[in-house]
């Protein structure tokens, strides 16, 4: 093979592309890192936990302080079901109201209803290892409530027989 003919291969294969790569989140960083592309470590923290390993000593979590929130509120709320869950006295949504008052606002029905579905918000919480799924359910039936205790929705409604136009903006 001739210096031409292998120089001419070494250009064609240098202009093979890359087999691309899947986009893959990193969840783990060495020490190291945080001091050489403390940027990139930041960035991934900021959207997830991430461990960061060292060599002298027990691994480390880097996350968000909301992340951290949410954990914190996830447990808190945690402990509140374990609770209201081995105790034996009364319905669950008795007992519910019983550890967040304000669902006292709510009709019975709805308290069944609230209690139901936070039980599962919390239930799919645990096992998915996303606490937003509880924490809004919860935030949602108790912004219900206060707007129920503030008198919201208590007043009739009117309903207009015919439509009206309305220009174009």
Known sequence: MSAATRSRKTVQS??????????????????????????????????????????????????SE???????????LAAQLVAVSTSTEGTLAARMSD?????LALSPADREACADDVLAAARASFATNQPHLAITELTSWRETATAIAAGLGKEPLEWLDESEAVERP
């Open 99 to 103: 550890r967040f008052p304000w669902m």
């Open 66 to 76: 909301s992340a951290d929130a949410a954990r914190i509120s996830l447990l808190e």
């Open 14 to 63: 240098s202009k093979t592309p890359l087999p691309v790569q899947p986009f893959k989140t990193r969840t783990s960083f060495q020490s190291s890192e945080l001091s050489r592309s403390s940027a990139d470590v930041f960035a991934a923290a900021a959207d997830h936990p991430v461990r960061v390993t060292r060599r002298d000593g027990e691994a480390l979590v880097l996350m």
